[in-house]
Structure formats: structure tokens, C-alpha cells
T-cell receptor, first 116, second 111 residues
Framework: EPEVTQTPSHQVTQMGQEVILRCVPISNHLYFYWYRQILGQKVEFLVSFYNNEISEKSEIFDDQFSVERPDGSNFTLKIRSTKLEDSAMYFC??????????????FGPGTRLTVL | QKEVEQNSGPLSVPEGAIASLNCTYSDRGSQSFFWYRQYSGKSPELIMSIYSNGDKEDGRFTAQLNKASQYVSLLIRDSQPSDSATYLCAVNRLGDDKIIFGKGTRLHILP
């Protein structure tokens, strides 16, 4: 069964450093998403991406964050200068359809980001 | 503020019994409703989606939607210890890409 994959599974970084989290969405999906979950809290939407551009973003997704689809398979989230409060699980998700229809979103296993 | 509310639990249910999980949402523009299962330290796994009022059954799972009451529920029949997890209710508004999640209900199936 096709699945979303993410690398690395765990990333440890120093405050102020840049990190890139990588995702390979399900191959026939067109919509890609990043969510995060701080320990003990709810899953929060960060950004959605369609047709090589951001289609929606949350207030969390400020100028420190960027997304890119550098090739036909990968989808990345970059955090330019990490802060302690960026420590969380970051989940990539993908769906066949977007918000104008019934968009079932399938999640990858996540990357645990620890900022020291 | 658009919210999805769930009782955090834990909800303890004997093995073989029916587990009933509930969720309310505040946005009347919500069109799609999802139940995800999340094991500790793992990612959300989609187990049910429902879009119209009424019941939808898939194996041991039944999702129920009542848009007038802004209420979604998930029933798990013949509960198994492997069903012990946190169940996340999530909703999507027409035209939005994002899914809004509740905090989840912890379910514990007692062997």
C-alpha cells in the first residue's frame, strides 16, 4: 500500500541553526501538507502546497519557514533559524484532492525535531 | 476561533465491548469529518471519513454525523487491546485545505 515517507526520523539541532525536513508524498497525490504536534498538544496545520505553490498557510508558518518541491518526488520544509519552541513532531501529509472536495489526508511517520 | 472538542479521557472499555467516542465542532461550514487513530509516539492514521448525515460503517468501526447538532461520533465494536490509542477527531471546511484536529480521546481497552 502506498505511503508517505519522511526523513530523518529524528533531528537534533542547536538553536539558530537551519534544518530541512524531507518528505516523499504518495505518488499520485497532488496536495501536500505539513503539520506539527508539540508534545502533549493537538496536531496543528502549518502549510499546504499545490501546483508548486503555497495554497494555504497558518499563522505559525512565518518567515522562518519555507517549503519546496525540489524535484518530482520530494517535498521539503525548511526552518531557517530554529528556536526552542520549534521542538515538535513534524508530519508531512498528502491527498489526492484539495479543500474544494473531500480531501482525505494521509500522514507520514513524522520527524521528531529537538532544538537545544 | 474554529474548534473541535473532544473529551480527553482516558476512556476505559472492557475487551469485546463497544467503545463510543464523541466530538463536537463549532464551524457550521465544515464539510468533511475524519477520525484518526494515533498510537503513542506515532503519526495519525486515517481510519474513517464521513461527509453526510447518518452512519457509515467499515468493519468494526461506525462513524456517525449529525450536522444540525454539530456532532460526530465513532463506535468501535468488539473492542480489542490493539484499539488502545488516542482517537483524533478532525474536520475540514469547504474550500480550506487544512484539517483542524481535536486534542483527542485516549482509549484504553481492558483485557
Amino acid at each position: 500500500e502506498p505511503e508517505v515517507t519522511q526523513t530523518p526520523s529524528h533531528q537534533v539541532t542547536q538553536m539558530g541553526q537551519e534544518v530541512i525536513l524531507r518528505c516523499v508524498p504518495i505518488s499520485n497525490h497532488l496536495y501536500f501538507y505539513w503539520y506539527r504536534q508539540i508534545l502533549g498538544q493537538k496536531v496543528e496545520f502549518l502549510v499546504s502546497f499545490y501546483n508548486n505553490e503555497i495554497s494555504e498557510k497558518s499563522e505559525i508558518f512565518d518567515d522562518q519557514f519555507s517549503v519546496e518541491r525540489p524535484d518530482g518526488s520530494n517535498f521539503t520544509l525548511k526552518i531557517r533559524s530554529t528556536k526552542l519552541e520549534d521542538s515538535a513532531m513534524y508530519f508531512c501529509a498528502s491527498s489526492e484532492r484539495g479543500g474544494a472536495s473531500y480531501n482525505e489526508q494521509f500522514f507520514g511517520p513524522g520527524t521528531r525535531l529537538t532544538v537545544l | 476561533q474554529k474548534e473541535v472538542e473532544q473529551n480527553s479521557g482516558p476512556l476505559s472499555v472492557p475487551e469485546g465491548a463497544i467503545a463510543s467516542l464523541n466530538c463536537t465542532y463549532s464551524d457550521r461550514g465544515s464539510q468533511s469529518f475524519f477520525w484518526y487513530r494515533q498510537y503513542s509516539g506515532k503519526s495519525p492514521e486515517l481510519i474513517m471519513s464521513i461527509y453526510s448525515n447518518g452512519d457509515k460503517e467499515d468493519g468494526r468501526f461506525t462513524a456517525q454525523l449529525n450536522k444540525a447538532s454539530q456532532y460526530v461520533s465513532l463506535l468501535i465494536r468488539d473492542s480489542q487491546p490493539s484499539d488502545s490509542a488516542t482517537y483524533l477527531c478532525a474536520v475540514n471546511r469547504l474550500g480550506d485545505d487544512k484539517i483542524i484536529f481535536g486534542k483527542g480521546t485516549r482509549l484504553h481497552i481492558l483485557p
